[in-house]
């Protein structure tokens, strides 16, 4: 060990190591005062691949920089944006590109490596148009002091908070909160080290020289930020303690479920927080994180927010239900032709569309074979047969649409289907789905009854021995438009939506011995139903 004293002017320091034989005498270089020169003069150029189809949301495919003349593998974890529409696109392999190109008509794209070097850096945010990136050392602001186009200052600016080496500690989400704050969501399973903020969201401040816990016991976050409100949403993976995708209101430093393997079993330290939905695992097995849509040109999903899955690739539109007791959700997919692995995304200003970046992380399961890539989710304005508002009663479902729906078809009850279950939280993975009775399986319900009102974009469905507030809820729905074509194709998909409701029976059980209960099934034709009525 070498102590060095304190000196009141600046000192040089230089260090000589060797293992086998005496160190060499060297002398302090002097760190240059003079303008920095450019690192990366080349750009590379590549192609935006558009869709074909007609259908309401497409999916474009955007070709990385993977040919360039550093050999630099590009692995995209976030994909951000400037005020001009340039794309700031993060890394595992430690770089930060921008492209420029991104926008309505363009079919090239021009990138240019930004920085290089940081650690696994998985996200990333603006503030004032200055790029800060969250690795396993902390969150870096990143400047461009000489305006060349490339980082010269890398700087820590926050590590108020704790990190081990662990490999699942992943430095999972930042985003930028209303006040200039930034909060961030960290891996919660240890594999060897239990941390003091694994698994946990934590709001850093405006300087980043604090760092408050706003929840806590999460097995793999991903978050989003409302950027109007500040309200912070995440979701969860399925697993140990976390019977099946949740999404969760974060709070109040909260407690959300999770314990490590290291610690007395089902011995939890708080209540549990509970989540506005719990999505089944048939549904979305991997829950990543969530965009809200705000300043988007998206048509009925302007200003909605969004889930992103990973293990089979969709974007699940959340709608919001504020007329219970406490906040609910349901979801519904969107889109799910992508070809690439999903993780983070935004809306970029220039086209105000939704472009999403993503790898392959070992471990999580993905069925596709890409290794990563970036798409973007571009609305073509045909109409959208999908709900845009999900409510339960205790007497049936109401659905809003944005189109008028058939009338002959949507006043049939043979044209719906509703199962319901409840979860059991466990120190197990996962759990099965369960019967009122304890028994795993879903019960199914039969619709009595479907009204369309007079504008012909909302049908309530009657359900007997509905109980939407201790049970989770699946609908199906075949129920096309009187409109039938969108461009020149015509619409013959049904529609389907998934709305879970959180069961108070989820709290604490014994382990459930199935990951999920049996797979939809339609209602039988030979149930008895009550004559619909207009």
């Not at 985003?175 to 850093?204: D, Y």
């Not at 020289?209 to 097995?219: I, N």
Request: charged share 20%; glycine share 8%.
């Amino acid at each position: 060990m070498v102590k060095i004293p304190a000196n009141a002017a600046a000192s040089a320091l230089c260090v000589s190591l060797c293992d086998e034989h005496p160190a060499p005498s060297i002398a302090a270089v002097a760190i240059p005062a003079g303008p920095t020169s450019r690192r990366w003069n080349s750009s590379v150029t590549t192609k935006i691949a558009l869709s074909s189809t007609q259908d309401t949301y497409v999916i474009d495919h955007v070709a990385l920089p993977v040919d360039n003349p550093w050999k630099r593998a590009v692995r995209t974890g976030d994909i951000q944006f400037l005020k001009d529409g340039t794309a700031v696109v993060v890394t595992l392999d430690g770089d930060v590109w921008l492209a420029r190109g991104l926008k309505e008509g363009s079919t090239k794209v021009t990138w240019k490596r930004f920085a290089s070097g940081l650690h696994e850096p998985m996200t990333c945010a603006i503030r004032d148009e200055q790029i800060y990136v969250f690795d396993r050392n902390g969150i870096w602001r990143l400047r461009d002091t000489d305006g060349d186009g490339e980082a010269d200052v890398h700087e820590l600016f926050s590590n108020a908070f704790a990190q081990t080496a662990d490999m699942r500690e992943f430095p999972s989400t930042i985003r930028l909160a209303p006040k200039g704050e930034f909060v961030i969501g960290k891996g919660g399973q240890e594999a060897t080290t239990i941390g003091k903020h694994n698994g946990s969201i934590l709001r850093i401040s405006a300087d980043g020289q604090t760092a408050t816990l706003l929840g806590h016991g999460f097995r793999q976050p991903n978050l989003s930020v409302n950027p109007r409100t500040g309200l912070v949403v995440a979701s969860d993976q399925q697993g140990q303690y976390i019977p099946s995708t949740p999404i969760h209101i974060v709070k109040d430093d909260q407690f959300y479920g999770f314990l490590s393997d290291k610690l007395p079993k089902e011995k939890y330290p708080a209540p549990i927080a509970e989540p506005l939905t719990w999505i089944p695992h048939a549904v979305n097995a991997s829950a990543l994180s969530q965009v809200w849509l705000f300043d988007a040109k998206m048509g009925p999903l302007n200003d909605e927010m969004v889930q992103i899955c990973f293990n089979k690739p969709d974007l699940l539109r959340v709608l919001w239900n504020h007329r219970s007791s406490r906040p609910q959700a349901s979801v519904v997919s969107i889109a799910s032709d992508f070809t690439t692995p999903p993780l983070n995304g935004s809306v970029n200003p220039a086209d105000g569309q939704l472009y999403i970046a993503g790898f392959q992380i070992a471990g999580w399961g993905n069925t596709l074979k890409t290794l990563t890539g970036i798409e973007r989710v571009r609305h073509t304005g045909a109409p959208s047969l999908t709900p845009r508002e999900v409510i339960p009663t205790d007497r049936g479902i109401l659905l809003r649409f944005d189109v008028s729906l058939d009338p002959a078809k949507a006043t049939n009850p043979d044209n719906y289907s509703f199962a319901t279950w409840h979860y059991k939280r466990a120190y197990t993975y996962g759990s099965a789905q369960y019967k009122a009775d304890g028994k795993t399986g879903n019960d199914w319900l039969t619709a009595s009854s479907a009204y369309l009102s007079t504008d012909g974009k909302s049908v309530f469905i009657g359900v007997p021995g509905l109980n939407p507030s201790n049970s989770c809820v699946s609908a199906g729905l075949s129920l096309p438009s009187p409109a039938p074509r969108c461009g020149r194709t015509p619409i013959r998909r049904p529609t389907s939506s998934r709305n879970s409701t959180l069961s108070p029976k989820a709290s604490v059980r014994s382990p459930s011995t199935s990951p999920r209960g049996p797979p939809p099934r339609r209602r039988p034709k030979s149930s008895p139903l009550t004559k619909a009525r207009d």
